[in-house]
């Protein structure tokens, strides 16, 4: 299948600072990428969706402001976690697809810890 | 967005078949029926995928109910790599969105 990839694989950083999480298709052109948060034992909950050029779409009760999201090229989007803390600790993961009658394939995850 | 509905575990033992069931009595007639895993601190990888016909790949079999209210994922020979979480996904093609949107998925463990 398709390889999606995300760097990196784990971050920790300080309460009140922002991280940044890329996502990239590595052997097709992305025009719509997607964005989900895991919390332990649960599934996964998505958060965004992007299409290259255009504003991310944002599922009700996610913030916009605190999770910036840039899809700015077919191969690249991006998930910055603003003025992160301790709860927005999750395992984070994008998923991208080249057309809409195409599979999505996911990246590895990227696990961020806030202390 | 059409909701399905899983068992949260199972249990097989190795080298055996497994079939893992979803129902999905809300299905309209655009949803295809996806299929994913996911094993421990990884993404979620593609397994299967099918709309009406029951569909076989190198990975799985996925068996699809007449009416399409329910489907089955069919492991031929169970392996230790093959204990993750599977989930079984509507898309909608005709909503514009296209997304995906998981449920709680069977968590699966093969016994040696």
């Known amino acids: 299948g398709a390889v999606v990839s995300q760097h990196p694989s784990w971050v920790i950083c300080k309460s009140g600072t922002s991280v940044k999480i890329e996502c990239r298709s590595l052997?097709?052109?992305?025009?719509?990428m997607f964005w989900y948060r895991q919390f332990p034992k649960q599934s996964l909950m998505l958060m965004a969706t992007s299409n290259e050029g255009s504003k991310a779409t944002y599922e009700q009760g996610v913030e916009k402001d605190k999770f910036l999201i840039n899809h700015a090229s077919l191969t690249l989007s991006t998930l910055t976690v603003t003025s992160a803390h301790p709860e927005d600790s999750s395992f984070y993961i994008c998923?991208?697809?080249?057309?809409?009658?195409?599979?999505?394939?996911f990246g590895q995850g990227t696990r961020l810890t806030v202390v | 967005d059409a909701k399905t509905t899983q068992p949260n575990s199972m249990e097989s033992n190795e080298e055996e078949p497994v079939h893992l069931p979803c129902n999905h009595s809300t299905i309209s007639g655009t949803d295809y029926i996806h299929w994913y895993r996911q094993l421990p601190s990884q993404g979620p990888e593609y397994v299967i995928h099918g709309l009406t016909s029951n569909v076989n790949n190198r990975m799985a079999s996925l068996a699809i109910a007449e009416d399409r209210k329910s489907s089955t994922l069919i492991l031929h020979r169970a392996t230790l790599r093959d204990a993750a979480v599977y989930y079984c996904?509507?898309?909608?093609?005709?909503?514009?969105?296209?997304?995906?949107?998981f449920g709680t998925g069977t968590r699966l463990k093969v016994l040696a």
């Open positions: 996904i509507l898309r909608d093609v005709t909503s514009g969105t296209y997304k995906y949107i």
């Open positions: 998923s991208a697809r080249e057309d809409l009658n195409t599979e999505a394939f």
């Open positions: 052997d097709f052109q992305a025009t719509t």
